[in-house]
């Protein structure tokens, strides 16, 4: 039985992280599907509080809740990992209990961060995960948390996100562009960006399914961080020249980041899931469409 407080429902599903880069997006394709949902940023539900999170969503009362919220500050965890930990581990358990409780479908969006990053290979989501920062670690915390409070649940690990709103790569690259003529960019890590306004759809289908499981969700192809760099420049048609080097060569302090994040997309294709537009296309469909305003948020 749902332990839900109010019966005439109106929300379908709640996105958590509603003022992030993905569910920002993940909230508009809701819209645009006409789908009722509420969204909630730290402000407006902390995830780290418990009492807060059973009660609205047992207020709220959805059938689905796109979990999109995390800490997401990837070198300062290193520094802080206890608030790492409460808000992308406990602040994760506490929106699996809560599902549980109402019986509300659960996606929770992971990373390619989880795992080691060695080899060349493409991982498989049977894979086993052992991250290599903090960052990683509190995130395969929560998955964890999921599988161990839902028998039922989607895991969708994602990697390299981009898309309008919030600070991303490519905003970064273009930011560079206006005052530089040449960047030094890596070039060994290698993995796949995900333009958010592709993968939001995708987790909008699946969560009307029952085809619950652990996914890999990216824009297809590969590329290395210089190889993006590149490609974001000629796209955006800037002069710029991208020096390729080494991780090692890269001064700067922080977590330690995989070399390998290519994700195989395999359990996507199983599941009868359309897999995402190879990323190139993807880049150059956000950079024809982004506004300069939204490139300077
Ligand atoms: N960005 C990437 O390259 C990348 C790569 C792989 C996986 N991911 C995963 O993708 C998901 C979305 O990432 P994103 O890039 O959209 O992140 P983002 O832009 O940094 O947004 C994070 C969201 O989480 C919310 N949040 C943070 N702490 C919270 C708390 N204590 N309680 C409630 N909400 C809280 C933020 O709310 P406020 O605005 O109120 O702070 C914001 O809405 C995350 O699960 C992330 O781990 C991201």
């Known amino acids: 039985m749902s332990g839900c407080m109010r019966e005439d429902k109106a929300v379908s599903v709640l996105v958590t992280g509603s003022s992030g880069q993905l569910g920002?997006?993940?909230?508009?394709?809701?819209?645009?599907?006409?789908?009722?949902?509420?969204?909630?940023?730290?402000?407006?539900?902390?995830?780290?509080?418990?009492?807060?999170?059973?009660?609205?969503?047992?207020?709220?009362?959805?059938?689905?809740?796109?979990?999109?919220?995390?800490?997401?500050?990837?070198?300062?965890?290193?520094?802080?990992?206890?608030?790492?930990?409460?808000?992308?581990?406990?602040?994760?358990?506490?929106?699996?209990?809560?599902?549980?409780?109402?019986?509300?479908?659960l996606l929770y969006i992971s990373t390619d961060y989880v795992f080691p990053g060695t080899g060349t290979k493409p991982y498989e989501t049977t894979d086993a995960p052992e991250p290599q920062n903090v960052y990683g670690r509190s995130k395969l915390a929560g998955e964890r948390a999921v599988q161990e409070i839902l028998e039922q649940y989607f895991i969708v690990r994602i990697?390299?996100?981009?898309?309008?709103?919030?600070?991303?790569?490519?905003?970064?690259?273009?930011?560079?562009?206006?005052?530089?003529?040449?960047?030094?960019?890596?070039?060994?890590?290698?993995?796949?960006?995900?333009?958010?306004?592709?993968?939001?759809?995708?987790?909008?289908?699946?969560?009307?399914?029952?085809?619950?499981?652990?996914?890999h969700a990216a824009n297809e192809g590969e590329c290395s961080w210089a190889e993006f760099a590149e490609a974001i420049f000629q796209e955006a048609g800037k002069s710029v020249a991208v020096e390729r080097i080494a991780t090692g060569e890269y001064k700067a302090a922080g977590a330690v980041r995989p070399l390998n994040s290519r994700l195989s997309k395999q359990s996507l294709t199983d599941a009868g899931f359309s897999r995402l537009p190879v990323w190139r296309d993807a880049l150059a469909r956000y950079l024809s469409g982004a506004m300069d305003e939204n490139l300077r948020n």
């Open 24 to 105: 920002r997006d993940v909230c508009r394709e809701l819209e645009r599907r006409k789908i009722p949902y509420v969204g909630r940023n730290s402000d407006t539900m902390d995830i780290t509080d418990r009492d807060i999170v059973l009660k609205q969503i047992q207020t709220y009362c959805p059938d689905v809740i796109i979990h999109c919220a995390a800490y997401t500050a990837v070198d300062r965890a290193e520094e802080e990992p206890e608030r790492a930990f409460a808000v992308n581990e406990v602040g994760t358990r506490h929106i699996a209990e809560a599902s549980k409780k109402i019986d509300a479908k």
């Open 159 to 215: 990697s390299w996100v981009f898309g309008e709103h919030g600070r991303n790569f490519v905003k970064t690259m273009l930011r560079l562009a206006e005052t530089k003529s040449g960047v030094q960019v890596v070039d060994d890590q290698v993995g796949s960006p995900t333009y958010t306004v592709d993968l939001a759809p995708l987790l909008c289908d699946m969560v009307q399914t029952e085809r619950y499981g652990v996914y």
